[in-house]
């Protein structure tokens, strides 16, 4: 069977981009997940993964996306240097360096959403819960529910050729890590 990446004859890859629009108009995951076994074009790759892994983008997400950004730009955790040395390693590569803003975004902020740990399907262990001065739960560590290993940024680095934009590149890796990769 021919494939997208190996077989780039004109009309093959035209035939693939109309049997690809109309999939996406039909909107059935099971589908698109079937075509996308034998490759996505380029130009269909972020509206076809946003579907696939239900991580359509609206404005309740950019607003949730910019206020959680603007807070955590305001504080640091212990987790950021480590995080951060694991990016600068992943931006040396000359496959990614252009990514480096878009990739510290994304895996910065993914770390300090709240929700990923809601989101997961299996959960990695149970965060480290902190206690107030009255010991009750007052939050907890990681906010995401997940500690970083080494080359957790090059789970994230990918998303960063198909996505326009910081969130809509978080969105969609966030959807895959809580779907499949966790």
Known sequence: MRQIGMDEEK??????????????????????????????????????????????????????????????AKWETALDDLVMSDIYEICNDDKYFIFQDMMEACVMFFFRDRQVFDLMKLK?????????SNDRPCGVFPQAGTLPCQHFSRYCAPFCYISDSKEECYFIFRAMYCKYFC
Do not use: N, W
């Open 11 to 72: 009309s093959f890859v035209d035939e693939r981009i109309l049997i690809g629009e109309r999939l996406l108009q039909k909107d059935y995951q099971p589908f698109l997940v079937q075509y996308a076994k034998r490759g996505i074009p380029p130009s269909l790759r972020t509206r076809m993964y946003k579907k696939i892994l239900y991580a359509e983008i609206t404005q309740k997400e950019i607003d949730y996306y910019a206020q959680t950004y603007e807070l955590a």
């Open 124 to 132: 990695p262990h149970a965060p480290i819960v902190a206690q107030g």
